[in-house]
């Protein structure tokens, strides 16, 4: 069965630093995958999302991820982190089989003045 | 705001009781998911409408049912809750059927059972 593993469950960086939050994957077939990001009191909000087109994704908000098949990650960067950028991030895969999107525990980012 | 709405916004009811939850999908999109986000379980797929028909079965125990009307609005029951059912529930719609589509999420219906 396909699994998502989001490494740390809060990560906190400086206003400025590069964000690094990190998506494992596993899933027999090349996978769909997806970032989401829940402001508080809110739903989930598209970042971006991978169907096996260009390995390096662009999304919103200067977001990008990389999907890597060999170390099955398709970790979330953010060059410059901003105020706004804090909340929780939700990596989620749909693989085998088309199946529903599995979502992992999520990564809460903190950002520091 | 993504398209999706949801209602009510909060709901608080006593165990045992019997509730609806209410979902409109973006204009033109013909599927619906239900989503529990808890605590400890995370966020959990419920079930998959597709332009009215039932598409994928996910987490979702007997005492819950869902279904999706002609005008593609959708209703998850919940029926003789428990505490634990104390949850965040989202609707999420897309234009197809297929995982590899885009899922907007609503803003959810938060459901305090005393």
């Known amino acids: 069965a396909q699994s998502v593993t989001q490494l740390g469950s809060h990560v906190s960086v400086s206003e400025g630093a590069l964000v690094l939050l990190r998506c494992n994957y596993s899933s027999s077939v090349p996978p769909y995958l997806f970032w989401y990001v829940q402001y508080p009191n809110q739903g989930l909000q598209l970042l971006l999302k991978y169907t096996s087109a260009a390995t390096l994704v662009k999304g919103i908000n200067g977001f990008e991820a990389e999907f890597k098949k060999s170390e099955t990650s398709f970790h979330l960067t953010k060059p410059s982190a901003h105020m706004s950028d804090a909340a929780e991030y939700f990596c989620a895969v749909s693989g085998e089989g088309n199946t529903p999107l599995v979502f992992g525990k999520g990564t809460r980012l903190s950002v520091i003045a | 705001d993504s398209g999706v709405t949801q209602t009510p916004k909060h709901l608080i009811t006593a165990t045992g009781q019997r509730v609806t939850l209410r979902c409109s999908p973006r204009s033109g999109d013909l599927s619906v998911y239900w989503y529990q986000q808890s605590l400890d379980q995370g966020l959990q797929f419920l079930i998959q409408?597709?332009?009215?028909?039932?598409?994928a079965k996910g987490n979702i125990l007997e005492r819950f049912s869902a279904q999706q009307f002609p005008d593609l609005h959708s209703e998850l029951n919940l029926s003789s809750l428990e505490l634990g059912d104390s949850a965040l529930y989202f609707c999420a719609s897309s234009v197809g059927g297929s995982y590899s589509y885009e899922q907007y999420f609503g803003p959810g219906t938060r459901l305090t059972v005393t």
């Open positions: 409408y597709y332009n009215g028909e039932e598409r």
